[in-house]
């Protein structure tokens, strides 16, 4: 059983309040930025999340699940951070992705997180190659320990989110959702191509969450092998 990414980096007590009078400026200077990166998601693969959810949100579960306007996998939840740094590592992310070809991914099964016995994180899961994904993950991990970033040491876990409990449930719940998700036929895997990583930017206010991106970084490594390869073989048939 995969193992819940850590929620330790902004707890409750840090946060900063909100109060009814007067919300913070997000703009704000002294406003840190909440930062993330991901991969984005495919249209066939909300697609098929839509219909996921649209089966398993008749269940009556309080589950609050994904809005697909915002679905991502992501590689590093990075928390709050000073506007500057967030600039700075805007600069610096694309050229540490643009090392790392582009690869494939694919839909696969249903799964809980952390437990089967205590749900509170249900996604699907991914096939495919996944070496590649954690590549990715453990280069991007030590360009932000660079910048003095938090990052999670536990093993990473790829997954996408469908939805997450939003209260504690009993034992027969628990059961239910998880023979649910055990059992479901997702229909055959569908690919999700990683072409690019989006830093992103996440404001939390009352209407709930929105997502910035400050950044697209494409995975340019096979673009730019394949055209060096073209110009050198190009070069030799000159000769
Ligand atoms: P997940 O949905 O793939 O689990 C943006 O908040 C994203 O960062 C979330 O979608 C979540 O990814 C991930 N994340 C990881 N740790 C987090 C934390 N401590 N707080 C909020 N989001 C976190």
Excluded at 153 to 169: Q, W
Aim: charged letters at 30%; aromatic letters at 6%.
């Amino acid at each position: 059983m995969m193992q819940e990414p850590p929620r330790t980096r902004t707890k409750p007590g840090q946060r900063r309040k909100f109060t009814k009078d007067r919300p913070p400026d997000p703009h704000g200077v002294e406003m840190p930025w909440r930062l993330f990166i991901a991969i984005p998601m495919p249209q066939p693969v909300i697609e098929r999340m839509e219909k996921i959810i649209a089966r398993l949100s008749t269940k009556g579960w309080p589950v609050r699940w994904t809005d697909l306007k915002t679905a991502h996998l992501t590689i590093h939840f990075i928390g709050d951070v000073e506007a500057s740094q967030a600039e700075l590592l805007r600069m610096a992310l694309p050229a540490a992705v643009a090392k790392h070809e582009a690869f494939s991914l694919e839909t696969g099964r249903l799964g809980v997180f952390p437990s089967e016995k205590k749900p509170r994180v249900l996604w699907m899961g991914l096939d495919g190659e996944n070496e590649r994904l954690t590549a990715l993950h453990r280069d991007l991990g030590v360009l932000l320990t660079s910048f003095d970033f938090e990052v999670d040491a536990r093993p990473f876990s790829p997954h996408i989110t469908l939805g997450r409990l939003r209260e504690e449930i009993g034992a027969a719940k628990a059961m239910e959702i998880w023979t649910t998700f055990r059992g479901y036929e997702t229909g055959a895997p569908l690919e999700l191509p990683v072409e690019e990583v989006i830093l992103v930017r996440s404001y939390i206010n009352r209407d709930g969450t929105r997502h910035e991106p400050l950044v697209r970084c494409p995975l340019t490594k096979q673009v730019v092998d394949r055209r060096q390869q073209a110009e050198s073989s190009d070069e030799a048939h000159q000769v």
